[in-house]
């Protein structure tokens, strides 16, 4: 049996709208006990608030199915250094993670300085990152998308962020999420699968099919999101599959690569 790993936008949502034949797919994942997460370098939301966000656009998915960015971040953390303290630049979905796995949030004399997604970033939170990895801590960050969607146009992203902190410190943050293919390995164990029988679907070939690659996994490439055919060609490397969209993997969930499709 196939074990799923599917990236959020782009892949079963569309912002705030669903992406025809999402709910279809889960609904056949669920009925057949086929092991699936939903990953996303999101780190802003808990997966309690990605489960009520998504339940609102129709698809049902419960909260132990869910992956991000923020979760890959907080069990990296606990394995580098277990009960540690970190200054933390973001939202309740990174606070709340590491504070499950026993962190310390503090701005004196932390371990590590952590900088994930939040929609105000405050310059002086910035300011005081900077002056804390200059004294020593360890720079991590959860994801590297540079910018990120919204109604009015790209917001700057963890990225875009972590590019001025670089930049005024001299100092690399190491980034967990994808492409990252530790984000991909966390999840598989959260998922208790192997590479060999796992594949990640996505939108993204910089990303998505990148790190799963990368993981050894089988990946599927859907092009209801960022990418269209021409664009993933440039790459240097393939996704085992090209789809238009998730609805095609309706009925053959069980067989994602036979010869279905004529794609």
Request: aromatic letters at 8%; charged letters at 20%.
């Amino acid at each position: 049996m196939w074990h799923y790993l599917m990236d959020m936008d782009g892949v079963l949502v569309h912002e705030e709208h669903l992406i025809p034949g999402a709910d279809e797919l889960v609904a056949e994942l669920r009925a057949s006990d086929t092991p699936f997460l939903v990953l996303t370098n999101n780190s802003i939301y808990t997966p309690r608030d990605l489960r009520a966000r998504l339940q609102r656009t129709g698809l049902d998915i419960p909260e132990k199915s869910i992956w991000t960015s923020a979760l890959a971040t907080a069990k990296f953390l606990d394995s580098q250094r277990p009960n540690g303290s970190a200054f933390v630049i973001g939202e309740a979905g990174l606070t709340t993670a590491l504070h499950e796995i026993g962190y310390v949030l503090t701005d004196r004399d932390p371990d590590y300085v952590v900088l994930g997604e939040t929609r105000t970033y405050s310059f002086t939170a910035i300011t005081k990152a900077i002056r804390l990895v200059e004294e020593g801590a360890k720079f991590i960050a959860t994801n590297p998308d540079a910018t990120g969607p919204s109604r009015e146009g790209s917001l700057p992203a963890t990225g875009a962020v972590a590019a001025l902190i670089e930049r005024a410190t001299g100092r690399e943050p190491y980034y967990v999420g994808k492409p990252n293919p530790l984000m991909m390995r966390s999840a598989l164990r959260a998922l208790g699968s192997h590479s060999e029988n796992a594949l990640m679907i996505g939108d993204r070939m910089d990303t998505d099919v990148r790190s799963g690659l990368e993981a050894g996994l089988s990946t599927i490439l859907v092009l209801s999101g960022v990418f269209t055919a021409e664009s993933a060609e440039m790459f240097p490397y393939r996704p085992t599959r090209v789809l238009k969209s998730i609805a095609e993997l309706v009925g053959h969930s069980q067989d994602p690569f036979g010869d279905w499709t004529d794609h």
